[in-house]
Antibody
Framework: QVQLQESGPGLVKPSETLSLTCTVS????????WSWIRQPPGKGLEWIGY???????YYNPALKSRVTISVDTSKNQFSLKLNSVTATDTAVYYC????????????WGQGTLVTVSS | DIQLTQSPSSLSASVGDRVTITCRAS??????LAWYQQKPGKVPELLIS???TLQSGVPSRFSGSGSGTDFTLTLSSLQPEDVATYYC?????????FGQGTKVEIK
């Protein structure tokens, strides 16, 4: 059974960089697409971007200028960096898997709340 | 980019009622639409893929239909455990967009 687990600081100061890692267990990170999705408190889901195991990425145009997603296949992990954060970036951040191109998100992490505050 | 519009944004229905949620895409997406259920405080779960394919373990009272730009999620008989927010999501091409969600409550 594939499991995903997000990790990283729960509090980030405004203007700084939010950094999260998703560790994949129970399966290989290869041959799948790995996404970050976020959900502000009381609001809907926003897809941030994906990375393929080769390192190919695609970012939400609304966040593209501030987002970097990377992968470490040796550790079965992928990571998110979001820079110049503001209070509007406060959200639960999920990592999720798409089994292949043009497939929905079949496995999700439990999510981690990141609060942007001084 | 293709936008997804769900309606209604919320609904309240009685146990046993038939409930219908619609998702409209601003451009055709063939059948590349998924539905997710997110119960309060929980992680979203995939209910339906490819517009109408029920995932393993999902009760048969859930069904999906549609293709192109207009899609529907139907609950044939609403149960208390179906209280949740439901999201549609397109995945034919990136960016992979979600609808704004439909909150389902019991009357």
């Amino acid at each position: 059974q594939v499991q995903l687990q997000e990790s990283g600081p729960g509090l980030v100061k405004p203007s700084e960089t939010l950094s999260l890692t998703c560790t994949v267990s129970g399966g290989s990170i290869s041959s799948h697409y790995w996404s970050w999705i976020r959900q502000p408190p009381g609001k809907g889901l926003e897809w941030i971007g994906y990375i393929y195991h080769t390192g190919s990425t695609y970012y939400n145009p609304a966040l593209k200028s501030r987002v970097t997603i990377s992968v470490d296949t040796s550790k079965n992990q992928f990571s998110l960096k979001l820079n110049s954060v503001t209070a509007t970036d406060t959200a639960v951040y999920y990592c999720a898997r798409s089994s292949a191109w043009a497939e929905p998100f079949d496995y999700w992490g439990q999510g981690t709340l990141v609060t942007v505050s001084s | 980019d293709i936008q997804l519009t769900q309606s209604p944004s919320s609904l309240s229905a009685s146990v046993g009622d038939r409930v219908t949620i619609t998702c409209r895409a601003s451009q055709g997406i063939s059948f590349y639409l998924a539905w997710y259920q997110q119960k309060p405080g929980k992680v979203p779960e995939l209910l339906i893929s490819a517009a109408s394919t029920l995932q393993s373990g999902v009760p048969s009272r859930f069904s999906g239909s549609g293709s192109g730009t207009d899609f529907t999620l139907t609950l044939s008989s609403l149960q208390p455990e179906d209280v949740a927010t439901y999201y549609c999501q397109k995945y034919n091409s990136a960016p992979w967009t979600f609808g704004q969600g439909t909150k389902v409550e019991i009357k």
